[in-house]
């Protein structure tokens, strides 16, 4: 009943003990009372319990959490409140039915685990695949939208794209007067950037756009 590699129980090798020390201690225990009957049933040697991984967590405590947490999956252990475990109306039948029954459902648990896992992955994936394509249609349609935005953008009369352009300077904060006449040098409007009541900057703005065609 122990792994080949460490001489240590594997988390399936827990199972079994952990019902009966469930048992022995009347159903239900804390996780410490679990570990040390399962410790004395085993006659697990104090150089097995002090074995680390490199982290420095005890393997076997672990392993046994793992054995806790499968047996709770399989419904054949619960928790009663923080810390302390049960055994339920489906575990003790299983105890009657036997080691070998138990690790025979266990497998077959495993393997449903790993069916749902796998359904689920691909639910996640097919959810994925559809936020990809809404992103790409979002993505496509801010495309166009910025296209044709822009395109009107320069179709625009000089005087009404000036407009358009202080419009959206006056909606981020700034106060602008319209200047522009001859003699300018292409400075169209004049205005203040308050940053606070105390900062203020004086600004010149020059509307300008382009079109690559």
């Not at 001489?7 to 804390?30: C, H, M, V």
Request: with cysteine; charged share 35%.
């Amino acid at each position: 009943m122990t792994s080949q590699d460490s001489g240590i129980p594997s988390n399936r090798d827990f199972l079994w003990p952990t019902l009966q020390a469930l048992k022995e201690r009347g159903n239900s225990a804390s996780k410490k009372e679990i570990e040390e009957t399962i410790t004395r049933q085993m006659d697990l040697s104090d150089e097995i319990m002090s074995a680390t991984y490199e982290t420095g967590a005890f393997i076997a405590a672990i392993r046994m959490g793992w054995a806790r947490s499968w047996l709770k999956g399989m419904q054949l252990v619960g928790n009663a409140e923080r810390g302390v475990w049960v055994l339920t109306p489906l575990g003790m039948r299983g105890l009657e039915g036997g080691e070998r029954k138990l690790l025979d459902d266990f497998k077959a648990y495993k393997r449903q685990s790993l069916i749902a896992y796998k359904q689920e992955r691909e639910k996640r994936k097919g959810k994925d695949k559809d936020i990809v394509e809404d992103e790409n249609r979002l993505y496509e349609e801010d495309q166009r939208w910025k296209g044709a935005l822009l395109k009107r953008l320069i179709s625009l009369e000089p005087d009404a794209f000036e407009r358009v352009c202080f419009a959206v300077l006056r909606e981020y904060g700034y106060e602008i007067e319209k200047t522009g006449g001859a003699g300018d040098r292409g400075i169209d409007g004049k205005g203040i950037l308050r940053l606070d009541n105390l900062i203020s900057f004086d600004i010149a703005i020059q509307c300008k756009r382009y079109s690559e065609e």
